[in-house]
C-alpha cells in the first residue's frame, strides 16, 4: 500500500467517522437509544406517537450514506496531487437541519375526542 492509498483511507475513515457522528448526535438529542430504537419506532405500519419523527430522522441517515458513499467513491478515484483536505469533503455532507425539523410534536387535535366525550 502507497503513501497515496493511505491518505485515501484516512480520508475516508475521518469522512465515516464524520459520517457517524451526525446521525448520533441526531439520536441523542432526540432522546432515542440508539438506531434500532429508531428504526423500531418509525417501522412500516407502526402507529407510535414517534413514528413521523422517526422516519424523517431515517431519511437523513439515508442522506448521510449516500453523500458518504459518493464522498468515498470520489476520494478513491482522485489522485494524490488532487486529493481534498477531510475539512472540505465534510463540507460537503448534509449535516442536521434543526431539531425543530425532526420533531414535529403531537398533533394538536389527537386529544379532542377524549375531551368531547366527557
Known sequence: ???ED???IQT?????ALARGLISSVVTQLEYEGLL????T???GSNDLYADEARRVLSYVDAVWNAFYGLAAQVRNT???ELKTVKEYASMMPFPPPIEY???GLHPGL???AHDSR
Open 42 to 44: 418509525g417501522r412500516e
Open 12 to 16: 475516508i475513515m475521518d469522512l465515516r
Open 6 to 8: 493511505q491518505n485515501q
Open 102 to 104: 425532526f420533531s414535529s
Open 111 to 113: 386529544f379532542d375526542d
Open 37 to 40: 430504537d429508531v428504526m423500531i
Open 1 to 3: 500500500m502507497n503513501l
Open 79 to 81: 489522485g494524490k496531487s
